[in-house]
């Protein structure tokens, strides 16, 4: 059932505005019941709104009144001061929209890939990713895209260092095949890692960069009963294009 306020998206893009406006106007914070005697609007859809905009930060909650929220400091702050998760996490949000999978944004950690934001999906059989949670860059597809971009000396240091375990019967351990898969993803300019890190999960991941600088990786992680041809195509256009987008 598509919640009321959202029935219409236009009229639901006004009723977002005006009640950030009217809580905004009103410093001492606002009830929900006040908000929608002013505005005119139903309970029920005030609820969604009101929902919606505290868990994204633009509005906050005291007790039972509304306070403007650190997100709208976000929006004013200049683009130097945002955060690396703050610039990725309407990026991994398009994402998971666009294609209901588990998308994420994916940083080193030593030798380790850490989910720095993820959304999961909602389709019933999916992979679930928590923030900060880190798995060892040989078998992730996020993983293999940072390390394809190591410089060599610091490359001869992982596989001098790093303990690569195999987590499934198709996890790539020694440094021959790895480094062969290294060249095909910086030819290539993405990673598609098919259950090397978890049975029936399939992830792809492409670079990404900020002035120049690697910053980490988009991925997104599919059931491998879901990973056809058709699906691996879309989602390497859309990691490109977010990529373009950071």
């Known amino acids: 059932m598509i919640p009321p306020a959202a029935s219409n998206p236009v009229k639901s893009a ?15 914070g606002a009830v929900a019941q006040e908000i929608a005697g002013a505005l005119a609007i139903p309970v029920s859809s005030l609820s969604y709104l009101l929902a919606t905009l505290t868990e994204r930060g633009y509005l906050a909650r005291q007790g039972r009144r509304y306070l403007p929220g650190p997100g709208l400091e976000r929006l004013r702050a200049p683009h130097t001061a945002l955060t690396l998760e703050d610039r990725v996490r309407p990026l991994v949000r398009a994402l998971r929209s666009e294609l209901n999978e588990t998308s994420s944004f994916m940083v080193r950690h030593d030798w380790d890939v850490e ?7 909602d389709q019933a059989l ?3 990713v928590d923030p900060g949670t880190r798995r060892p860059l040989h078998a992730l597809a996020a993983g293999k895209v940072m390390l394809a971009w190591l410089p ?11 303990d690569r375990v ?6 790539r351990t020694g440094e021959p095949e790895l480094r062969a898969d290294l060249a095909a993803i910086r030819s290539g300019g993405i990673c598609i890692a098919r259950e090397e890190a978890t049975p ?4 792809v991941a492409v670079p990404a960069w900020i002035d120049g600088v690697f910053a980490g990786a988009f991925s997104v992680a599919v059931p491998s009963v879901r990973f056809d041809a058709e699906l691996e195509a879309k989602l390497g256009l859309l990691l490109r294009k977010s990529a373009a987008a950071l």
């Not at 060599?152 to 790093?162: D, G, H, M, S, T």
């Not at 195999?166 to 996890?171: D, E, I």
């Open 200 to 203: 029936g999960i399939c992830g």
């Open 14 to 28: 006004m009723r977002t505005l005006d009640v950030i406006e009217y809580v905004v106007a009103h410093r001492q």
């Open 115 to 121: 989910a720095l934001v993820t959304e999961a999906s």
């Open 152 to 162: 060599e000396i610091e490359l001869e240091r992982y596989f001098a260092q790093a």
């Open 166 to 171: 195999m987590l499934t019967a198709h996890t």
């Open 126 to 128: 999916r992979y679930a």
